[in-house]
């Protein structure tokens, strides 16, 4: 009896340890930050999606596309530059001024020629490159994802985000590093072919081709939030949160009243049920 | 729909349709008036719980076609336009991806309420069947649907699920290329797998009217197994188990709108909000939860085709469950060998999941390496699938058929009525606490 309960609590312990003995190969586990729209009754924070959005124009947007994205998105309900003035976001100034400072390629609808014109509220984010071949071509190989849906394609997106920003370090000696590469502890990959330590203790993470690409005081905020790499990284996963999740503020104020309906319902038939069997013995 | 109809026509107009088409009559004698063994527990609700999933996925699937682009260049994106632009594009398709694991969970729950009870024992063979037809539709529906928004794990799904009928012998390359419209899976395959994903729904409710069918000739089987016997056995169907079912239903909507408002990717896989891209396969490629312990199977065998013949025979297996059960007793409230060897069955599935989710030559116990044998370390996910889909078969092809000759169950009792009675709830203080135990 004593016997199988040892057993048993070694394997007890052995299932506990399970993720902290780290299999090679693996990324890091993401760092922990909260953000405001977490929790079934989470906002995204608008002063920090727009901070955030200007991380992404000013830093990301040189090489990454956001192909799902339209100037009006910036407008709309629940957004960076959403003002309840303007419920039709195509109306909004602030939006438009930001649009119109993009030129966007066009047909001349008069003579067919190609053109090029001020971009409006209803034109998509245009892509820093023309093709995957040009953008390869200027990235070493590599291709920057496009980044619409970035916080919902990786697990626990935003943290993700946040962790791949802020996580680049020195690699571990006994790591080589390829050229044109950099060592990343939360990038997804494997690193075991160029790790010559001991290969119980391969590090963790993979290799990314982005070189870091945020530092101290990289961008300015215009609300005087400090520019720190953490609250720059933090920001621009907010604001790809929001755009990988435009609806998610609806969509919890909406199960909010879902689940009360719902609860009261069952709280209803519950009672219905118990008057209805009373008399059945069962 | 059988025996005895107390039906009767009321106005006029009831007493001219009746006598040309008797809708009323039928809708009255199934949902109203049908009688019902008064003893059902709650896992009786899951039939209910599932006819409303399946009309949720029907309607929230209908609004979804008419805004999807079954194309390859633009199925992606018009999934996430129905997110971003469709007026609660977010909320159908939300529900429509959360149904299908909802649909799944109630389908399980259903199917191993009847495997504990032997609902599918004599007179309800055929109602057994049906309900396996419908788990499989339900099958090839779920994984056409989850190849429809086109992201990586769509795709490279379909491409090793579609692959696995390349190991047929001869005639398996000719399938595979016929079932893609082509070499590869491709646009064609995607377009036809939209048809398919759309038509195959309306099958499944035609197979769920069958089902009910075959349901109301004999009538519901019950938590103690013992016919019906007269009319104080049963309760009508209205208000005793709308209502009941009703109650269950809302509380399963409860948790089906906890995934669909508050964690609405949990079920699904990040991956599959990276766009399909055929040079790129992702590191691991995993099925939707429900598959997984099925994949299990499949992995577990070395052979690929003895791994799909394998992976085919778990399912193929129930159909001829109501003939491996050689025991008379229907409810394993009787049967307390058949009991303990049910809920190994029922942890030997979940174990197949969880090893499906996992890396075949991971070790299950993390860092104990042991020996190999075979081809794997002993301590790794793939012994542990060969165990457990071991345990699976021998469950259907072993234990049930032998169990019966050679158990001795437990008295049961004379008619529902006599436990009812007799149920600790009801009897005075002191009685027997565990009513199964009674004769």
């Known amino acids: 009896m004593l016997r199988k309960g040892i057993a048993l609590a070694a394997f007890g312990l052995a299932i506990l340890a399970a993720p902290a003995a780290l299999a090679a190969g693996g990324a890091a586990p993401v760092k922990h930050v909260e953000f405001s729209f977490e929790g079934p009754f989470g906002k995204f924070d608008q002063a920090q999606l727009q901070r955030g959005y200007k991380v992404y124009r000013e830093v990301c947007s040189a090489c990454h596309s956001m192909n799902l994205m339209s100037f009006r998105n910036l407008g709309q309900k629940g957004g960076p530059f959403f003002d309840p003035k303007y419920p039709n976001p195509n109306d909004n100034p602030y939006v438009k001024s930001i649009a119109a400072e993009y030129q966007i390629k066009d047909i001349d609808s008069e003579t067919g020629d190609v053109i090029e014109r001020p971009g409006t509220s209803a034109d998509r984010f245009p892509s820093p490159f023309p093709n995957e071949p040009a953008a390869r071509a200027s990235n070493g190989g590599a291709m920057p994802p496009d980044l619409s849906v970035m916080a919902k394609a990786r697990h626990h997106g935003p943290q993700y985000i946040y962790s791949l920003l802020t996580g680049y370090q020195d690699p571990p000696a006994g790591l080589k590093v390829g050229v044109g590469q950099h060592y990343n502890p939360f990038m997804a990959g494997d690193v075991t072919a160029s790790w010559s330590g001991p290969h119980d203790k391969v590090p963790p993470g993979g290799f990314i081709a982005m070189a870091p690409p945020l530092a101290a005081g990289q961008v300015t905020f215009d609300d005087g939030t400090k520019s720190t790499l953490e609250n720059q990284a933090k920001d621009v996963a907010a604001f790809l949160t929001w755009a990988s999740e435009p609806k998610m503020q609806e969509r919890k104020a909406f199960g909010m009243a879902a689940m009360i309906y719902l609860l009261i319902f069952a709280g209803l038939l519950y009672v219905s049920y118990r008057k209805i069997w009373k008399n059945v013995a069962h | ?439």
């Open chain 2, 1 to 439: 729909m059988s025996g005895h109809s107390n039906y009767e026509p009321k106005t006029g107009i009831e007493r001219w349709l009746d006598v040309r088409l008797p809708v009323v009559r039928l809708a009255y004698d199934s949902i109203i008036d049908f009688p019902t063994p008064k003893n059902l527990n709650y896992w009786w609700t899951f039939g209910g719980i599932l006819a409303v999933c399946l009309g949720i996925q029907l309607v929230t699937g209908i609004v979804l076609a008419m805004h999807y682009v079954p194309h390859v260049d633009h199925a992606f994106a018009s999934v996430e336009r129905i997110m971003r632009d469709v007026n609660y594009g977010w909320l159908i398709r939300y529900m429509h991806a959360n149904g299908a694991s909802m649909f799944f969970i109630a389908v399980y729950i259903h199917m191993f309420r009847g495997l504990y009870y032997g609902s599918y024992k004599a007179p309800r063979e055929v109602l057994w069947i049906l309900g396996c037809v419908i788990y499989l539709l339900m099958m090839a529906t779920a994984f056409m649907g989850y190849v429809l928004p086109w992201g990586q794990m769509s795709f490279h799904g379909a491409v090793v699920i579609t692959n696995l009928f390349g190991a047929l012998p001869i005639v398996g390359e000719a399938i595979t290329t016929w079932l893609w419209g082509g070499f590869a899976v491709d646009n064609p395959t995607l377009n036809r797998f939209f048809s398919l994903h759309f038509l195959l729904p309306f099958m499944i409710a035609g197979v769920v009217g069958l089902h009910i069918w075959a349901l109301h000739v004999p009538g519901n089987n019950n938590p103690t197994g013992v016919n019906v016997k007269s009319k104080e056995d049963t309760v009508p169907f209205h208000p005793y188990y709308t209502v009941k079912d009703g109650f269950a239903i809302v509380v399963f909507m409860i948790m089906f709108a906890t995934f669909v408002f508050y964690n609405p990717n949990a079920l699904g896989h990040a991956d599959n909000y990276i766009p399909a891209n055929p040079l790129v396969t992702p590191a691991h490629i995993v099925p939707e939860w429900y598959f997984l312990p099925f994949y299990a199977i499949l992995r577990a065998v070395p052979d690929k085709l003895g791994g799909v013949i394998l992976m085919f025979g778990a399912i193929a297996v129930m159909f001829v469950l109501p003939w491996l059960d050689t025991s008379k007793v229907r409810s394993m409230r009787y049967r307390p060998t058949a009991k303990l060897y049910f809920f190994i069955f029922v942890l030997a599935c979940l174990i197949l999941g969880y090893c499906g989710g996992k890396l075949p030559d991971d070790h299950v116990i993390p860092g104990l390496s042991t020996f190999t044998l075979i081809d794997a370390d002993l301590n790794s996910f793939v012994w542990l699938s060969r165990f457990a889909a071991l345990y699976y078969f021998a469950y259907f092809l072993v234990v049930l058929p032998v169990l019966g000759l050679t158990e001795t169950p437990l008295p049961q009792p004379e008619s529902i009525s006599a436990p009812v009675l007799s149920h600790p709830a009801n009897a005075p203080a002191g009685a027997a606490a565990s009513p199964e135990k009674r004769g």
